[in-house]
């Protein structure tokens, strides 16, 4: 038996982090970043440079990862709209052919009462507010305030946290379950699934990892002009409902970022303990290692910090690929988290999988067909529909272009990423660049009807509102900055 691309089928292990931008990684080029362990991971399998979240959002590029299905199918539209099983998903699928599909660590799906298709769920996060998430997020006519913003400058420094603490116990558990696993689960390829929660803030570095940053220089932020954010009005409201920026100075930004250059190392050396446990258990050979981040961090660029845009930063993500027969090099087709469940299958050699079979450029590809095969031509979506935005917004990324359309008539974006990679110079109103914009918009609307999706999203939105009580009601349940670890 061989998988699709041709492979003898093997265990997968998928190490996922959250909020790990791809610039700060140093198989990435970055000079500061020190990531030895995926470096070295980089080095001995494929590295796409062109991985994108097919939402900048935690929750939506979750419930994609999962199914391998875009947003606007999944209908996990925002942080309060979790995946719980309802749509089929790799995990499901492996199980229903008795592969063991577990999982260790983060999860960010509703609840573990639902049967979210893992044969194990391991240390599970779920999410807070008894499985609604981020309810206040719903608030959107008009938008709710988010004062936790604040509480992102105050955590910035050397130190542990809750986030770190939980890491460590993901990690030790992965390398458990790793030291008591034959090669084989029942004589069939495993999938597991160990999801880290670094270098997602807190911004709070354990000394070790924040001390290898001293006195070094870090990048200096990208932005049009000083302290300025985009003049694009969605972009615009969007700093300024998630205006995590205005509460740091020079002072602590520094600190901020060298926080966040420190939980990339801190989590390169968790995956380092991890890689080390495959190894010692006899199965490395005979297993094939995936790296990917669920979305990115904006890192104070364009005046941001977290995600929910469309700038690389945030939109972008890390994604290697290591293991016997998988081929060594750098790949720049245009690829995504939706193309992962059909990689796992792939990997394991799953036949009759709903995440095989691909017929439109977008919809997910294995990822080994990729490697062996790149595609030049392939375009692939992402889009938001969460809190602190007025509309629904979607990106189309093509050979050199990055297309942004918003919803209800505001004005789209178009970002030449050869000539302008920092994304400083906005041409969505170029005369020169109307053919441009006429094909990109081309390729989303054979997606889908953007204005349509985006209706569905507010209607969805309202209609789970409006069962919980209304805006009044919501405002009151918990809120938070990040979720609470054992909600």
């Not at 001293?214 to 990048?219: A, K, S, Y």
Request: glycine share 10%; with cysteine.
């Amino acid at each position: 038996m061989s998988s699709q691309s041709g492979m003898k089928p093997k265990n997968v292990l998928i190490l996922c982090s959250d909020e790990h931008a791809r610039a700060v990684a140093g198989c990435y080029g970055h000079a500061v970043a020190r990531t030895p362990t995926l470096d070295r991971l980089a080095a001995q399998g494929t590295r796409f440079t062109r991985a994108y979240t097919p939402s900048p959002i935690c929750i939506a590029a979750r419930a994609s990862l999962a199914t391998g299905t875009q947003v606007h199918e999944t209908r996990c539209w925002s942080s309060s709209e979790p995946f719980y099983g309802q749509h089929d998903s790799w995990m499901r699928r492996l199980r229903e052919q008795d592969h063991a599909a577990v999982s260790i660590g983060k999860l960010h799906f509703r609840s573990g009462q639902d049967d979210n298709g893992f044969t194990e769920e391991i240390l599970p996060m779920y999410l807070a507010n008894g499985g609604r998430g981020w309810p206040q997020g719903l608030i959107r006519r008009p938008l709710a305030d988010f004062p936790e913003a604040a509480e992102m400058a105050k955590d910035a420094g050397p130190g542990e946290s809750s986030y770190t603490e939980y890491d460590r116990e993901i990690t030790a558990e992965a390398c458990r379950w790793l030291k008591r696993y034959p090669r084989v689960i029942k004589n069939k390829p495993w999938a597991l699934f160990v999801s880290l929660v670094s270098p997602h803030f807190p911004l709070t570095a354990p000394p070790r990892f924040y001390d290898l940053y001293e006195g070094r220089p870090l990048p200096e932020t990208v932005a049009p002009g000083p302290g300025a954010r985009s003049v694009h009005p969605v972009v615009e409201t969007l700093g300024n409902f998630f205006n995590y920026d205005d509460y740091f100075d020079p002072g602590t930004r520094e600190l901020g970022k060298r926080a966040y250059f420190g939980l990339c190392s801190f989590l390169d050396d968790n995956i380092r303990q991890i890689l080390q446990a495959l190894e010692d258990s006899g199965a490395a050979r005979d297993t094939v290692v995936l790296y990917l981040s669920d979305h990115g961090e904006m890192l104070s660029n364009h005046g941001f910090w977290g995600k929910s845009v469309m700038y690389e930063d945030s939109a972008g993500i890390p994604l290697l690929m290591a293991g016997a027969e998988v081929p060594r090099g750098v790949n720049e087709t245009l690829v995504s988290l939706s193309d992962i469940p059909a990689t796992i299958e792939d990997i394991v050699g799953l036949r009759g999988g709903g995440a095989n079979g691909a017929t439109e450029p977008w919809q997910g590809r294995s990822l080994l067909e990729v490697a062996q095969e790149p595609d030049p031509n392939r375009f692939i979506i992402s889009q938001y529909h969460d809190g602190g935005s007025p509309t629904g917004f979607y990106m189309i990324r093509h050979g050199r272009w990055k297309y942004v359309y918003y919803a209800e008539g505001y004005p789209c974006q178009l970002f030449d990423m050869q000539a302008d990679p920092d994304e400083l110079r906005d041409l969505g109103e170029d005369r020169e660049h109307e053919g441009q914009r006429e094909e990109l918009h081309g390729y989303l609307t054979a997606i889908l009807d953007p204005e349509e999706v985006n209706r569905q999203a507010f209607a969805d939105q309202a209609a789970l509102l409006e069962s919980w009580g209304g805006p009044e009601t919501v405002r009151q349940m918990q809120t938070f900055n990040h979720t609470p670890v054992g909600s």
